[in-house]
C-alpha cells in the first residue's frame, strides 16, 4: 500500500517561514518525480514546485525565489521551504508521488495559513 504523508503546516504570520514534509511508503521513492499542489476552495489546484528524480526543480512564477523544493530519498521524503510567505500562500498543500500513469499517487493534504 502506497502511503504520502503530509506534515508541517499550520498557521504563520506574512513574511514568515514554514517547512513542510512528505513521507512516503510502499514505493521505491528515488525514481519518482514528487510534487506539491495547493489548492483553496472554488479554486483550481495548483502546481507549486516539483523536483525530478534527477533532482531539477520547477516552480511556478508565483513562488519562485520564496519557496525551495528538495528530496531526501534516503528518507523518502521530499521538502518544501517556505519563505516571505504572502496571504495568497494560503491553502492545503498536497503531495505527489509521479513514476507514470499508473504509478501517481497523492497525499492527504496539509494546511497552511498565512496571516496578514
Known amino acids: 500500500q502506497v502511503r504520502l504523508v503530509e506534515s508541517g503546516g499550520g498557521l504563520v504570520q506574512a513574511g514568515g517561514s514554514l517547512r513542510l514534509s512528505c513521507a512516503a511508503s510502499?514505493?521505491?521513492?528515488?525514481?519518482?518525480?514528487m510534487t506539491w499542489y495547493r489548492q483553496v476552495p472554488e479554486k483550481q489546484r495548483e502546481l507549486v514546485a516539483t523536483?525530478?528524480?534527477?533532482?531539477?526543480?520547477h516552480y511556478s512564477d508565483s513562488v519562485k525565489g520564496r519557496f525551495t523544493i528538495s528530496r531526501d530519498n534516503s528518507a523518502s521524503t521530499v521538502f518544501l521551504e517556505m519563505s516571505s510567505l504572502k496571504p495568497e500562500d494560503t491553502g492545503v498543500y498536497t503531495c505527489?508521488?509521479?513514476?507514470?500513469?499508473?504509478?501517481?499517487?497523492w497525499g492527504q493534504g496539509t494546511q497552511v495559513t498565512v496571516a496578514p
Open positions: 505527489n508521488a509521479k513514476f507514470s500513469e499508473l504509478l501517481n499517487y
Open positions: 510502499g514505493i521505491i521513492f528515488s525514481p519518482y518525480a
Open positions: 523536483i525530478s528524480s534527477g533532482r531539477s526543480t
